[in-house]
């Protein structure tokens, strides 16, 4: 997930929707920050791009499960972590071992996002067992990273959003090209290929 680290402040958009992920993202910064020792005023928040990804997976879950509360929870938990490590990234948190495998963990994610757009955008190419097995690489070098410094709580976070989207069944139809998720995965993809283009994935 691309996090961007600026200084200043924030303001909410108007006319937002009923569940936007730029708007949890700010909810859960703020929460997150207000609780650090030295009340930072440095602001981390999830850039425009990544806010259209996270709108595009919200939707697919909750057309996927018919829950739409639980599609809501498993975006929340993304954008949870996603700050999280931000501010533990921000604040030097990491040894340089840690930092090792946080690298590793970026190009991991880099080649799950170059997988996605190539099954995309090449016909019969999906294989939901490539995609699935990324995702849970992807996990598992991320409850690496953080074991030392996040809570239990906090890493079952982890687990509960690449379960979720690691979940073949959910990848299938996502990538059925009969399916009804087709625009959203072409708005996700796009979304990737725009975040791999500015160097931010």
Same mark, same amino acid.
């Given at each position: 997930m691309a996090l961007v680290l600026g200084k200043g402040t924030h303001k909410n958009s108007a006319n937002m929707e009923a569940f936007s992920s730029k708007d949890m993202a700010m909810k859960a910064q703020k929460k997150i920050l207000s609780h650090m020792a030295n009340k930072s005023v440095v602001q981390i928040f999830i850039d425009d791009t990544s806010s259209e990804i996270l #709108?595009?997976?919200y939707r697919v879950s909750k057309e996927y499960t018919g829950n739409r509360?639980?599609?809501q929870k498993v975006v929340k938990d993304l954008i949870k972590i996603a700050v999280k490590i931000g501010v533990l990234y921000r604040h030097n948190r990491f040894n340089t071992e840690e930092l090792k495998l946080a690298q #590793?963990?970026?190009?991991?994610?880099?080649?799950?996002?170059m997988t996605a757009i190539s099954f995309h955008e090449v016909e019969f190419t999906f294989d939901k067992t490539v995609m699935s097995e990324i995702l849970t690489d992807c996990r598992d070098m991320l409850l690496k990273l953080v074991e030392k410094h996040l809570t239990p709580k906090s890493q079952g976070r982890i687990n509960h959003v690449f379960?979720?989207?690691s979940d073949p069944e959910l990848l299938a139809a996502l990538y059925n090209p009969e399916g009804p998720f087709c625009p959203n995965l072409t708005k996700i993809c796009n979304g990737l290929n725009k975040l791999l283009e500015e160097d931010k994935l």
């Open positions: #709108d595009e997976l509360t639980e599609a #590793d963990f970026k190009k991991k994610l880099h080649q799950g996002a379960n979720h989207y």
